[in-house]
């Protein structure tokens, strides 16, 4: 059984940071293509961040330089760092894992999409103002 649960959402001022974690069960977050997905109400989905099984990060050009996407594998646990802060980063911030070994641009293409294979976590809602 897959289960992904996210947390380390809040409420933070512009500026600020706040660090996301994505434990996985039945899911080894070294072997699949993962990341963080984010969704604002009126808003577009959008890839934040992916990581490959290679450990190749892509990020989307509004965080680049502000968020950092890692895992810890003796954890199983994907994270998201976000520094510096906008209040348009607010969404819900969905951790993804799809188990193809994908490249990078495809990793993040296919975890856009919630779909037969592809796993999405709960989500975890960040507020910035």
């Known amino acids: 059984h897959v289960q992904l649960v996210e947390s380390g959402g809040g409420l933070v001022q512009p500026g600020g940071s706040l660090r996301l974690s994505c434990a996985a069960s039945g899911v080894t977050v070294s072997t699949y293509c993962m990341g963080w997905i984010r969704q604002a109400p009126g808003k577009e989905r959008e890839g934040v961040a992916t990581i490959t099984t290679l450990l190749t990060t892509n990020y989307a050009d509004s965080v680049k330089g502000r968020f950092t996407i890692s895992q810890d594998n003796a954890k199983n646990t994907l994270y998201l760092q976000m520094n510096s802060l906008k209040p348009e980063d607010t969404a819900m911030y969905y951790c993804?894992?799809?188990?193809?070994?994908?490249?990078?641009?495809?990793?993040?293409?296919?975890?856009?999409?919630?779909?037969?294979?592809?796993?999405w976590g709960q989500g975890t809602q960040v507020t910035v103002s």
């Open positions: 993804a894992a799809d188990p193809r070994p994908l490249l990078s641009l495809a990793c993040r293409s296919s975890l856009l999409v919630p779909a037969p294979g592809i796993y």
